[in-house]
């Protein structure tokens, strides 16, 4: 992880997207978002369908540009960067984990964990195996190292997933609804999973998530609504790892 | 993985072997169009030098003649032009048997040009036959052995005897020797029309596998051939061969140029079936272009459509750090793969071809129709071509699946 003196991982100013400028149907999805992300916070980002949450996260992560506002990502502006830098900046600096298709299924759980260091490096090597196969040992698929993703169940592929989010040591994780399509049990040790990370390497956590319940068990609860953000507050009674029984609403 | 391949090489080659069907399916049509190439160039060049050796096996590439002897018209063209109705009488002289003046020095001349390998002198006409009752027309043309025989392939055409000709001797072709009855060290009476006549001793009989050929071609020692046809110290012309036989036109140009004698190459005199080597060389041209053309379209449209089924993986490598020029690689990679493979097995089938056609078209005496020219450079320039194929169809494809947007490719 890059050291920066103020601890804050993301800082986002004044945030604007619109789809479809210039045409007819103009819509603006974000309307002027501003968010402090300090290290090691563990946030959930919820709110309905629509609110822009993913388009938020698409942005925070570098895959989109906004049509204004401010981007930090451990203190660096990413206003003047061109394609390759961003790239670079994003492959050092952010993970990500999707709902679906996350890993390429042509290569084995392994392979993929190693990819994001293998597109840098530009060829394999013995070390990125080591950190990939210490990953896979983490999220605790060592079995199933040498397996193609198709054959790992949904929940086995998320943590493949986390374990790749993490492989380049990155500042900030994002995740877009992760367990949105594991059933209760799954989801529940997903998330623990990263919750597990977050506390033994300090990474900083932002997840989208639909489930009230998984929310309750983050530091940090932001809500969108309509492009802005409705409330973001400290969430005093995080329920600790294994509390799966109680159900807050 | 291997650590000595890329990670565009690894990535690429994982795709492709996902998408097993595609992959086959197109490098087998790549295959099939290269190995029609491969087939149709080594049937077209090796037809093309059986037709060489055979033109050349009895001519040389060059004969240098003295100059004609211009018949003018009594009115001048101009006049011709204006009085349409009027016609000029024009009546080309016979040309009569000249020598070309100072051929020593037209030789020596000769022989310090580079690219000349080989300038004989010869003294040819017309003359007859004569054996008992039966005659024969026939062409004489004398020669120096030590230089016709460089120039020719005279020597591999003796069935018998030897192609050394002295002063006594004649040789003959084996129609000739048929029609007169006669074989080897047998004598003929040979008679030309300024009135030379000699008797000869048969030193060697000649198949040039061409019937005209064996009837009417006949050769004497150079100083008879003077003598017979009343040319005493003289070479009615001289015979050239160079390095490159097709650079003889070009040559033949400069030597005209610097000598003011009439020269002929044998392209010029061969005129039609150059136009037929090159309406050849035309056809093969357009086939290789559109054997390429739909080759390029087929590996074009595999990968559009594999960049389009896999847009989601796309976005997912530009999530994780892979930059677009390195999703632009991997997509031209595939396309320089599939033309490669393609190549490569064409090539292999092609030659397969060759081996079952030599099989098939032989002479009646089992010998093959034509020998095969068999260039392994060939095979080369297949892959190089095919490669280049590749990569350039995959170009659009792979400009494409760098430039999808991430953030659209992975919401899908
Ligand atoms: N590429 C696009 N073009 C046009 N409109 C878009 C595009 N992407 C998103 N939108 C619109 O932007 C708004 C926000 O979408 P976004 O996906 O960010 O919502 P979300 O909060 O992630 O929703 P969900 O919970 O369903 O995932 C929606 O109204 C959506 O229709
Ligand atoms: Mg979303």
Same mark, same amino acid.
């Given at each position: %992880?890059?050291?920066?003196?103020?601890?804050?991982?993301?800082?986002?100013?004044?945030?604007?997207?619109?789809?479809?400028?210039?045409?007819?149907?103009?819509?603006?999805?974000?309307?002027?978002?501003?968010?402090?992300?300090?290290?090691?916070?563990?946030?959930?980002?919820?709110?309905?369908?629509?609110?822009?949450?993913?388009?938020?996260?698409?942005?925070?992560?570098?895959?989109?540009?906004?049509?204004?506002?401010?981007?930090?990502?451990?203190?660096?502006?990413?206003?003047?960067?061109?394609?390759?830098?961003?790239?670079?900046?994003?492959?050092?600096?952010?993970?990500?984990?999707?709902?679906? /298709?996350?890993?390429?299924?042509?290569?084995?759980?392994?392979?993929?964990?190693?990819?994001?260091?293998?597109?840098?490096?530009?060829?394999?090597?013995?070390?990125?195996?080591?950190?990939?196969?210490?990953?896979?040992?983490?999220?605790?698929?060592?079995?199933?190292?040498?397996?193609?993703?198709?054959?790992?169940?949904?929940?086995?592929?998320?943590?493949?997933?986390?374990?790749?989010?993490?492989? %380049?040591?990155?500042?900030?994780?994002?995740?877009?609804?992760?367990?949105?399509?594991?059933?209760?049990?799954?989801?529940?040790?997903?998330?623990?999973?990263?919750?597990?990370?977050?506390?033994?390497?300090?990474?900083?956590?932002?997840?989208?998530?639909?489930?009230?319940?998984?929310?309750?068990?983050?530091?940090?609860?932001?809500? %969108?609504?309509?492009?802005?953000?409705?409330?973001?507050?400290?969430?005093?009674?995080?329920?600790?790892?294994?509390?799966?029984?109680? /159900?807050?609403? | 993985?291997?650590?000595?391949?890329?990670?565009?090489?690894?990535?690429?080659?994982?795709?492709?072997?996902?998408?097993?069907?595609?992959?086959?399916?197109?490098?087998?049509?790549?295959?099939?169009? !290269?190995?029609?190439?491969?087939?149709?160039?080594?049937?077209?060049?090796?037809?093309?030098?059986?037709?060489?050796?055979?033109?050349?096996?009895?001519?040389?590439?060059?004969?240098?003649?003295?100059?004609?002897?211009?018949?003018?018209?009594?009115?001048?063209?101009?006049?011709?032009?204006?009085?349409?109705?009027?016609?000029?009488? !024009?009546?080309?002289?016979?040309?009569?048997?000249?020598?070309?003046?100072?051929?020593?020095?037209?030789?020596?001349?000769?022989?310090?040009?580079?690219?000349?390998?080989?300038?004989?002198?010869?003294?040819?006409?017309?003359?007859?036959?004569?054996?008992?009752?039966?005659?024969?027309?026939?062409?004489?043309?004398?020669?120096?052995?030590?230089?016709?025989?460089?120039?020719?392939?005279?020597?591999?055409?003796?069935?018998?005897?030897?192609?050394?000709?002295?002063?006594?001797?004649?040789?003959?072709?084996?129609?000739?020797?048929?029609?007169?009855? !006669?074989?080897?060290?047998?004598?003929?009476?040979?008679?030309?029309?300024?009135?030379?006549?000699?008797?000869?001793?048969?030193?060697?009989?000649?198949?040039?596998?061409?019937?005209?050929?064996?009837?009417?071609? !006949?050769?004497?020692?150079?100083?008879?051939?003077?003598?017979?046809?009343?040319?005493?110290?003289?070479?009615?012309?001289?015979?050239?061969?160079?390095?490159?036989?097709?650079?003889?036109?070009?040559?033949?140009?400069?030597?005209?140029?610097?000598?003011?004698?009439?020269?002929?190459?044998?392209?010029?005199?061969?005129?039609?079936?150059?136009?037929?080597?090159?309406?050849?060389?035309?056809?093969?041209?357009?086939?290789?272009?559109?054997?390429?053309?739909?080759?390029?379209?087929?590996?074009?449209?595999?990968?559009?459509?594999?960049?389009?089924?896999?847009?989601?993986?796309?976005?997912?490598?530009?999530?994780?750090?892979?930059?677009?020029?390195?999703?632009?690689?991997?997509?031209?990679?595939?396309?320089?793969?599939?033309?490669?493979?393609?190549?490569?097995?064409?090539?292999?089938?092609?030659?397969?071809?060759?081996?079952?056609?030599?099989?098939?078209?032989?002479?009646?005496?089992?010998?093959?129709?034509?020998?095969?020219?068999?260039?392994?450079?060939?095979?080369?320039?297949?892959?190089?071509?095919?490669?280049?194929?590749?990569?350039?169809?995959?170009?659009?494809?792979?400009?494409?699946?760098?430039?999808?947007?991430?953030?659209?490719?992975?919401?899908?």
């Amino acid at each position: %992880m890059a050291e920066y003196d103020d601890a804050i991982t993301l800082r986002l100013e004044g945030i604007r997207k619109a789809y479809g400028v210039g045409t007819p149907a103009e819509t603006e999805v974000l309307h002027g978002i501003d968010l402090i992300l300090k290290r090691g916070e563990f946030a959930a980002l919820i709110g309905p369908s629509g609110s822009g949450k993913s388009t938020l996260l698409n942005i925070i992560g570098l895959l989109d540009q906004p049509n204004q506002g401010k981007l930090f990502i451990t203190g660096q502006s990413t206003e003047l960067l061109k394609d390759i830098e961003l790239t670079r900046l994003r492959a050092s600096e952010i993970g990500f984990i999707f709902q679906f /298709h996350n890993l390429l299924p042509a290569f084995t759980a392994l392979e993929n964990v190693m990819l994001p260091r293998l597109a840098e490096l530009g060829h394999p090597n013995e070390e990125m195996r080591l950190i990939a196969a210490e990953l896979i040992e983490k999220v605790g698929l060592t079995p199933w190292k040498e397996h193609k993703s198709n054959d790992l169940s949904g929940g086995q592929q998320q943590r493949v997933a986390i374990a790749r989010a993490l492989v %380049m040591n990155p500042a900030l994780v994002l995740a877009d609804e992760p367990t949105g399509n594991l059933d209760t049990k799954s989801a529940d040790s997903v998330f623990d999973l990263m919750r597990e990370m977050n506390k033994t390497n300090g990474t900083t956590f932002l997840i989208v998530t639909h489930d009230p319940r998984l929310a309750q068990r983050c530091d940090r609860i932001i809500e %969108m609504v309509d492009g802005n953000i409705a409330s973001d507050k400290e969430n005093l009674n995080v329920l600790k790892i294994g509390d799966n029984n109680t /159900h807050i609403s | 993985m291997n650590p000595l391949f890329p990670f565009e090489w690894i990535v690429a080659t994982r795709f492709m072997r996902e998408g097993r069907m595609q992959t086959l399916l197109i490098i087998g049509g790549v295959a099939l169009g !290269v190995s029609v190439i491969v087939f149709i160039s080594a049937l077209i060049s090796g037809l093309q030098s059986n037709l060489f050796r055979r033109t050349l096996d009895f001519q040389a590439q060059i004969v240098i003649l003295p100059p004609e002897e211009i018949a003018r018209p009594l009115r001048g063209l101009n006049y011709q032009k204006a009085n349409k109705q009027e016609s000029v009488l !024009v009546q080309a002289r016979a040309q009569r048997l000249r020598s070309i003046d100072q051929w020593q020095k037209v030789r020596d001349q000769l022989l310090l040009m580079k690219n000349v390998t080989v300038v004989a002198p010869v003294v040819s006409g017309a003359g007859f036959v004569i054996r008992a009752d039966a005659n024969r027309a026939i062409t004489l043309t004398g020669i120096e052995p030590e230089n016709y025989l460089r120039l020719i392939a005279l020597k591999d055409k003796i069935i018998a005897g030897s192609a050394n000709v002295t002063s006594s001797d004649i040789l003959v072709g084996i129609e000739l020797a048929k029609d007169m009855g !006669v074989s080897m060290g047998d004598k003929l009476t040979l008679r030309t029309a300024s009135g030379g006549t000699a008797t000869l001793m048969i030193s060697g009989i000649f198949d040039f596998g061409n019937k005209g050929q064996n009837q009417r071609a !006949v050769y004497v020692a150079f100083r008879t051939a003077q003598s017979l046809l009343n040319l005493a110290g003289g070479a009615s012309s001289l015979e050239v061969n160079v390095a490159d036989p097709f650079s003889a036109e070009n040559i033949a140009q400069d030597i005209q140029a610097q000598t003011g004698l009439k020269v002929e190459s044998w392209i010029a005199t061969n005129a039609q079936f150059f136009s037929a080597l090159a309406a050849q060389s035309m056809s093969n041209t357009i086939i290789r272009f559109f054997v390429g053309l739909t080759a390029a379209l087929g590996i074009a449209s595999v990968l559009v459509v594999s960049v389009v089924q896999k847009s989601k993986e796309i976005g997912l490598l530009r999530a994780t750090g892979t930059s677009r020029q390195q999703v632009l690689r991997i997509f031209l990679l595939q396309g320089a793969l599939m033309g490669l493979m393609g190549s490569i097995v064409g090539s292999l089938m092609g030659w397969g071809f060759l081996m079952l056609w030599r099989g098939i078209a032989k002479n009646a005496d089992g010998t093959p129709l034509f020998v095969i020219n068999f260039d392994p450079m060939l095979f080369l320039y297949a892959a190089l071509g095919a490669t280049l194929v590749g990569t350039l169809a995959a170009m659009f494809p792979a400009l494409r699946a760098a430039r999808l947007d991430p953030a659209v490719a992975i919401r899908g």
